[in-house]
T-cell receptor, first 112, second 115 residues
Framework: KQEVTQIPAALSVPEGENLVLNCSFT??????LQWFRQDPGKGLTSLLL?????REQTSGRLNASLDKSSGRSTLYIAASQPGDSATYLC???????????FGSGTRLQVQP | GAGVSQSPSNKVTEKGKDVELRCDPI?????LYWYRQSLGQGLEFLIY????????KSGLPSDRFSAERTGGSVSTLTIQRTQQEDSAVYLC???FGQGTYNEQFFGPGTRLTVL
């Protein structure tokens, strides 16, 4: 059974710092990996999707990498801003399934 | 274009009552998913619909939970004889469908409180 782990569980940084959020998964047979952002009391906003054949994806200040063989992904946020404060969730779609398996998230706070 | 919409946004019910939650996927998306987010369990999959295929119900926690999707679009999640442990945020997502590029887009959720 696929298990997704995110480290750290919480992170507080001053504005302007570059930061890395980590995600690991136990079964490397995945179709893709998706990073989401969740603001308090809101739904999930898709940030980046990396297909299993890709190594990384970039969107603005966000860069996500995927090392499928080692079961790891990182989300890099450059020049963090207070508006980046949210919970970041990593999720994978396993081969043979279509549903996402989620990690428990990293709660990020960027201090102004 | 419009995103995934869900209604109601909040639902408070008494233990033992039945509830229906609605999801309108993004137009043109053939795949629809229901997930549940609760404090103790995180985000967990409930059920998945793809076109006219039989749904994947492997995540439903009990036979009190059921869902249907009419006309390949709108979906309703029904919880019968609600229990306090059913209190959670129920999230719906949709995607273009099969294939590796099936980015899922989520609605705002329905917060269910069972008293």
């Amino acid at each position: 059974k696929q298990e997704v782990t995110q480290i750290p569980a919480a992170l507080s940084v001053p504005e302007g710092e570059n930061l890395v959020l980590n995600c690991s998964f136990t079964d490397s047979a995945i179709y893709n990996l998706q990073w989401f952002r969740q603001d308090p009391g809101k739904g999930l906003t898709s940030l980046l999707l990396i297909q299993s054949s890709q190594r990384e994806q970039t969107s603005g200040r966000l860069n996500a990498s995927l090392d499928k063989s080692s079961g790891r992904s990182t989300l890099y946020i450059a020049a963090s801003q207070p508006g980046d404060s949210a919970t970041y969730l990593c999720a994978v779609v396993d081969t043979g399934r279509r549903a996402l398996t989620f990690g428990s998230g990293t709660r990020l706070q960027v201090q102004p | 274009g419009a995103g995934v919409s869900q209604s109601p946004s909040n639902k408070v019910t008494e233990k033992g009552k039945d509830v229906e939650l609605r999801c309108d996927p993004i137009s043109g998306h053939t795949a629809l998913y229901w997930y549940r987010q609760s404090l103790g369990q995180g985000l967990e999959f409930l059920i998945y619909f793809q076109g006219n295929s039989a749904p994947d119900k492997s995540g439903l926690p009990s036979d009190r939970f059921s869902a249907e999707r009419t006309g390949g679009s709108v979906s309703t999640l029904t919880i019968q004889r609600t229990q306090q442990e059913d209190s959670a945020v129920y999230l719906c997502a949709s995607s273009f469908g099969q294939g590796t590029y099936n980015e899922q887009f989520f609605g705002p959720g329905t917060r269910l409180t069972v008293l």
